[in-house]
């Protein structure tokens, strides 16, 4: 009887025991022992959660300045498993990185992540490309992003993050969060898609659902899709004037660039008065901004000077615009105002809820060209003549005019600077009805180029006359 007991004590233990047993160990890649691993030409394979474990406790293999490692997925990765480890806090991610991560396209499920940044915390002169990351969750960070925490003179191309950021801080300070970024510092990001949940359980936070705050760094061709953001047990002492309770809630906040983005985030709060929310909240150089109207129940943009407490209106609210859903869903909407629908951006009405989506990220699925032009502007166009937005905007050297012109006339197109002064008259001829582009090389008549600043485009015919902004900017 004493050995049945015994036997069963022993099984019961191993039973309870099984998963502390059973978790995922570090191992090195497969290609670990090669001479040449970690190059360009021989990057380190990670093929599964071991490997991706080992990448993350090994600091040695992070890189340096002198010596990046490059690294490249070679597979899918169950992560799920890591909500159990570290007593149920999570993967530690991978801190202070210099080097080259390339995902392929292939996904991280499930990776619950520890504090600041799911996957990494740092990044420093790195790139991370082709990351997909799903369903993760980072858990109960004083800032967070969920691909990285803070990234330092790097650049993030095609990545995608979905899931949950928890966070929370006692401090007085300002936090940054981002559904792919939290901060980033004279980064480039380009071609990516968040679609994160925040859950914010106390502090002050800088908050974007694409990225947060954005210092001298560029933001392009991204989007976020619904991600409301929770606001919960949040309180402040109204008697404390030395500290600043503000939360900035948006699409995306920034200090810099931010071109042709796109959100439909429902964004609302509970138990939380003292917020700004918005689409957009960010300082200077934007192009081409947009968001869904009815979707965000937000119809306007905030902008605020480099202290962030002063409301200041938006510098170009052509390029800064909300939308209804329906027109959300039309290329056309777009493709008038430069946004590439030939090799960057695509609609399928089938797909991603009908809103534009990156080609990069879904080859296999095809544009819809018939809303390349939607009815309402087929009838449009066909009435009157229309002066669309060049491109790019901001621009140097060059810059490209669109017009379209609704029957063959003599027109003028003419450049003036903001004091309303003749820079150059680029056309004065008869054109034929349709599309029509012209460039403008930023010189005025004499062939002198202009310096940085605010120009006019004006499209005259014999019955139209239509003017708008750009920006050179040197």
Not at 147 to 171: D, H, P, Q, R, Y
Not at 239 to 268: K, W
Not at 361 to 387: C, G
Request: charged share 15%.
């Amino acid at each position: 009887m004493k050995k049945i007991f015994f036997a069963l004590v022993l099984l019961l233990g191993s039973i309870v025991m099984m998963p502390l047993y059973c978790q995922t160990i570090a191992i090195p890649p497969s290609n670990y022992d090669d001479p040449d691993a970690g190059t360009e030409l021989n990057p380190f394979l990670i093929s599964n959660l071991a490997n991706l474990r080992w990448l993350a406790e090994t600091s040695a293999y992070w890189g340096t300045t002198e010596r990046p490692y490059y690294y490249s997925q070679t597979a899918d990765i169950d992560a799920t498993e890591t909500a159990e480890w570290n007593n149920n806090s999570g993967f530690y991610s991978i801190g202070n990185f210099r080097g080259h991560y390339d995902g392929n396209n292939f996904e991280i499920r499930g990776l619950t992540g520890r504090h600041r940044g799911c996957l990494f915390q740092r990044i420093y002169n790195s790139t991370l490309q082709n990351i997909r990351l799903t369903d993760t969750l980072q858990n109960k960070g004083s800032s967070g992003g969920g691909l990285v925490n803070e990234a330092w003179e790097s650049m993030i191309f095609n990545c995608w993050v979905t899931g949950n950021i928890i966070l929370f801080s006692t401090n007085a300070s300002v936090n940054p969060a981002g559904g792919i970024v939290g901060r980033a510092n004279r980064t480039h990001i380009s071609n990516c898609y968040s679609n994160i949940v925040f859950r914010i359980e106390g502090g002050t936070y800088s908050l974007g659902s694409i990225v947060g705050p954005l210092n001298n760094s560029t933001l392009v061709n991204s989007y976020s899709t619904i991600s409301p953001v929770i606001i919960l047990n949040y309180s402040y002492d109204p008697a404390r004037e030395d500290v600043t309770y503000l939360s900035l809630v948006g699409g995306v906040t920034g200090i810099t660039s931010v071109q042709y983005c796109y959100f439909t985030s429902n964004v609302s709060l509970i138990n939380y008065d003292n917020f700004y929310r918005n689409g957009l909240i960010s300082l200077r150089g934007h192009q081409n901004f947009f968001w869904d109207v009815e979707a965000t129940e937000i119809d306007e943009i905030m902008m605020f000077t480099n202290n962030l407490n002063q409301y200041v209106p938006p510098e170009d609210s052509l390029s800064l615009r909300g939308f209804t859903t329906v027109q959300m869903k039309q290329a056309s909407t777009y493709i008038n105002d430069g946004w590439d629908f030939s090799d960057v951006w695509a609609i399928n009405p089938q797909f991603n809820n009908g809103y534009p989506f990156l080609r990069s990220m879904y080859p296999e699925v095809e544009h819809d060209p018939s809303t390349d032009v939607s009815e309402a502007e087929e009838i449009h166009t066909n009435l009157i003549s229309v002066l669309h937005g060049n491109y790019p905007n901001p621009f140097n050297p060059t810059t490209v005019i669109n017009y379209s012109l609704s029957k063959a006339d003599y027109i003028s197109i003419t450049v003036y600077n903001i004091k309303g002064q003749l820079v150059k008259k680029l056309l004065n001829e008869r054109k034929e009805s349709g599309r029509h582009t012209i460039i403008w090389d930023g010189s005025d008549t004499d062939g002198k180029k202009m310096g940085s600043g605010i120009y006019f485009y004006q499209l005259k015919t014999t019955d139209f006359t239509a003017v708008k902004k750009m920006i050179l900017l040197k």
